[in-house]
């Protein structure tokens, strides 16, 4: 069998890919493809799947943004809300401690209340995401201070970057380990 395949998606948008997996944007959803583990590919279980196949929880959504990390997905709607699935923080009663666990859907993440979001970006067991106004959050393990935080302490939901709350962030490259944020 060949590495390369051909596929085909209706008005594409969007695209992101990742070691394992790819998400791609068209005018029916959001579809998914690659090796399924931790939930990655959002279709409610851990298979692998070869071709590209509709997200049935995001079908008829308008979507601005995909992004795929190591172990999770995540995408922005028209309507700046935020969904994200695989690998998933959790709180612990100890402060910079987290759980982790995985979603096999999609599940709505809120930076605030009322809070539009503008893009996401999916690194390793982390993730970081920017409402209209440039605002920046992160959240997930903090342990070689990839959060910006100030810190290696990990969260499990979205917190403000402090350390950039007078700069309007306009686009995140959340890689391995670090961030990088354009201003």
Not at 29 to 42: N, P, Q
């Amino acid at each position: 069998a060949s590495a390369w395949a051909h596929v085909h998606i209706d008005d594409p948008i969007a695209f992101s890919s990742n070691h394992f997996h790819s998400l791609a944007v068209g005018r029916r959803g959001v579809f998914s493809w690659g090796r399924g583990t931790l939930g990655v590919l959002g279709h409610g279980g851990e298979e692998d799947e070869d071709r590209p196949r509709l997200i049935e929880k995001l079908e008829g959504r308008l979507l601005d943004s995909v992004s795929c990390g190591t172990y999770h997905s995540a995408v922005v709607t028209a309507e700046g809300k935020l969904y994200v699935w695989g690998w998933d923080a959790l709180d612990t009663a100890e402060e910079g401690v987290i759980e982790t666990s995985f979603a096999t859907l999609p599940r709505p993440i809120a930076l605030g209340v009322g809070m539009r979001v503008a893009g996401v970006s999916c690194g390793c067991f982390a993730t970081a995401a920017w409402d209209v106004g440039g605002k920046l959050f992160t959240w997930g393990r903090g342990d070689s201070g990839q959060l910006g935080h100030g810190s290696t302490d990990s969260v499990a939901h979205p917190r403000p970057v402090e350390a950039l709350r007078s700069t309007r962030t306009a686009q995140v490259v959340f890689g391995g380990l670090a961030t990088e944020s354009a201003h």
